[in-house]
């Protein structure tokens, strides 16, 4: 018996402390609002690709202020996932999974309004999440985080 509490409790830790890296806000209706001061910031790929020629996931970024980017991507058919997109930091380019930290989205998403987000520079990348695990990776998207 004491096995199994001792199981169960290391599940839900375990549970707990993955629920906790993500560090996002789950209601996106209070979305702050940019200050007046701030300018605009958009990163989006290099890429010069129409979109129905697209041969990757395309991830555009927008720095909102207040430590919150909104992220949206475009997917090709072929790279669409039943599963879902994680959206991954990282303070170096080109960031992959697992990394400190992460947010998923289900597959019919392709957006996220993030906040709560370190301040700095950050480079963020989108996966598709095949078998619970990512697959093809977006472009690396760097944002400076105000």
Request: charge should be negative; hydrophobic fraction near 35%; glycine fraction near 6%.
């Amino acid at each position: 018996m004491r096995m199994k509490k001792i199981l169960l409790y290391s599940v839900c830790t375990l549970l707990f402390v993955g629920a906790g890296c993500s560090n996002t806000v789950q209601d996106n209706s209070n979305i702050p609002s940019k200050p007046a001061d701030t300018p605009n910031q958009e990163t989006t790929s290099t890429d010069n690709q129409d979109t129905d020629n697209q041969q990757q996931i395309a991830l555009t970024a927008n720095a909102l202020g207040d430590a919150t980017v909104k992220f949206e991507w475009n997917v090709p058919t072929n790279l669409e996932s039943e599963e879902g997109y994680r959206i991954v930091y990282g303070t170096d380019s080109n960031p992959t999974f697992p990394s400190l930290w992460w947010f998923e989205r289900g597959p019919t998403h392709r957006e996220k309004v993030w906040s709560g987000l370190p301040l700095g520079v950050a480079h963020f990348r989108v996966c598709a999440v095949v078998d619970d695990a990512c697959g093809e990776y977006s472009n690396d998207v760097e944002v400076d985080i105000k």
